[in-house]
């Protein structure tokens, strides 16, 4: 792996997958091997697409506008986080990011492939992750996982069962479409042999 270059890498997955989990593990062990880290979040990653995500999250609207409003935060993240710090050659970690449009407003929702692509090419241009991590878990498994959570749940994890299951099948059909760029790891695996999963998979990057 080179430590002059810079590198784009996004995680993605079914809300209780155990994405949140690895993210921490994920940054301290680039760090110790030398990368300065920018560790952000979609939507959000900036005061103003901070402030979407809060409506994003809370806010009933239409699935045009949640679109909309996902790929208008994006814009500014991208111009004011995700490229510069590409530019600077740090390595950027980001919590989700485009594939989750096509996964929750796509899948989830039914909003076609066809608006998400205009809009992916509009808002980014050729400008893909390096590397995508999809945490993936049966939809059953990542509920009881959940149901644990003490915190109240947004608008997205309030959906019913087969919202979650289009949304894991969106994200497995868009891994399939970019398998150079989308790596699968099968979330029922303990925490240890997931680590060593992404060990290997960052070694060959
Ligand atoms: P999430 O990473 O789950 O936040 P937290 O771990 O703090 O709960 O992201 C919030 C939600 O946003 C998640 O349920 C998926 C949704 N989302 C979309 O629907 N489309 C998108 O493009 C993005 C980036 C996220």
């Known amino acids: 792996m080179q430590v002059s270059k810079g590198k784009f890498i996004t995680l993605e997955g079914v809300d209780g997958a155990g994405k949140s989990t690895h993210l921490g593990w994920l940054i301290e062990h680039l760090r110790a091997r030398g990368h300065v880290v920018v560790q952000t979040r979609e939507p959000g990653g900036t005061p103003l697409g901070e402030k979407l995500r809060e409506l994003l999250l809370h806010e009933a609207m239409h699935l045009e506008t949640e679109a909309l409003l996902m ?17 600077r050659g740090d390595w950027v970690v980001c919590d989700r990011f485009t594939d989750a449009s096509f996964a929750y407003q796509g899948g989830g929702r039914g909003l076609s492939v066809e608006k998400l692509g205009q809009l992916e090419t509009w808002v980014q241009g050729d400008l893909q992750p390096d ?9 059953d498994i990542a509920a009881q996982r959940m149901a644990g959570a003490e915190r109240q749940l947004d608008r997205f994890e309030q959906e019913k069962t087969d ?3 289009r949304v894991r099948a969106a994200y497995l059909a868009r891994a399939a479409e970019m398998p150079g760029r989308v790596r699968i790891i099968d979330s029922r695996q303990t925490l240890e042999q997931i680590q060593k999963q992404l060990e290997q998979i960052l070694s060959s990057d």
Request: net charge negative.
């Open 163 to 165: 919202f979650h299951e």
């Open 71 to 87: 790929f208008a935060a994006r814009r500014e993240h991208l111009e004011q986080v995700i490229k510069p710090a590409i530019s």
């Open 131 to 139: 590397l995508t991590l999809l945490f993936d878990l049966p939809i």
